[in-house]
């Protein structure tokens, strides 16, 4: 029972780190000046990439529960 809400908050972030890259890269879209421009290279994309592995974990962790894998 005390796993379930760890795999939400999991998700919860993933999704929220997610979000961040996807404001960051409209402002890169919108308005591209030197300063966004390096936030996006050196912030967003490592953003993008621990969303994604902790996404794939969640997953994983979710089809573990379930007896699935």
């Known amino acids: 029972m005390n796993d379930s809400p760890r795999r939400l908050r999991i998700l919860r972030t993933a999704i929220v780190l997610t979000l961040v890259f996807n404001v960051i ?34 997953v994983l962790a979710e089809l573990r ?4 894998l």
């Open 25 to 58: 890269a409209l402002l890169v879209l919108v308005r591209v000046t030197p300063v966004i421009f390096t936030v996006f290279m050196f912030l967003a994309q490592p953003l993008f990439g621990a969303a994604l592995v902790l996404l794939f974990g969640a």
């Open 65 to 68: 529960a379930r007896q699935i």
